[in-house]
T-cell receptor, first 113, second 111 residues
């Protein structure tokens, strides 16, 4: 059974510092991995999707890497801003039937001005 | 672009009552999913569907039912509401191995 873990559960950094968020998964047989942002009381916003054949994906200040063999993905957010404060969730899509996304527990980020 | 639309946004139910959470998508996606998110936790899969007429159980299906009569709609039914079903419910859709899109959620409280 695929398990996804995000450590730490919470993170606090001063504004301007780079953020490094970790995601690990137990089964490397995946189609892709997706990073989401969730603001309090809101839905999930897709940030980046990395296909299993890719090593990284970039969008603006965000960069996500994928190492399938070691079961790890890292989301980097450069030059953090208070507006980056949110919960970040990673999810993997395994080869198993239904292409179901399996989520980690999320990392709650606070960027202090 | 509507994307994935969920209704209602909020609901309070009494124990034993029933209700249907509505989900519709306008992207012609085959795959649709229902998740629940408890406070401070990740998302757990309740049910999913790979196409019209086909549904299957996820991690936590007890107390719920679904149907998928059209590509667009994937309603979630709670038959006898229990306090343990207090949660935020998210519907999502995708074309399979590509990006998943989520609705804004339904916040349900059972009292």
């Amino acid at each position: 059974k695929q398990e996804v873990t995000q450590i730490p559960a919470a993170l606090s950094v001063p504004e301007g510092e780079n953020l490094v968020l970790n995601c690990s998964f137990t089964d490397s047989a995946i189609y892709n991995l997706q990073w989401f942002r969730q603001d309090p009381g809101k839905g999930l916003t897709s940030l980046l999707l990395i296909q299993s054949s890719q090593r990284e994906q970039t969008s603006g200040r965000l960069n996500a890497s994928l190492d399938k063999s070691s079961g790890r993905s890292t989301l980097y957010i450069a030059a953090s801003q208070p507006g980056d404060s949110a919960t970040y969730l990673c999810a993997v899509r395994p080869f198993a039937a239904g292409n179901k996304l399996t989520f980690g527990g999320g990392t709650r980020v606070l960027v202090k001005p | 672009n509507a994307g994935v639309t969920q209704t209602p946004k909020f609901r309070i139910l009494k124990i034993g009552q029933s209700m249907t959470l509505q989900c519709t998508q306008d992207m012609n996606h085959n795959y649709m999913y229902w998740y629940r998110q408890d406070p401070g936790m990740g998302l757990k899969l309740i049910y999913y569907s790979v196409g019209a007429g086909i549904t299957d159980k996820g991690e936590v299906p007890n107390g719920y039912n679904v149907s998928r009569s059209t590509t667009e709609d994937f309603p979630l039914r709670l038959e006898l509401a229990a306090p343990s079903q207090t949660s935020v419910y998210f519907c999502a859709s995708s074309t399979g191995s590509l990006e998943a899109f989520f609705g804004q959620g339904t916040r349900l409280t059972v009292v």
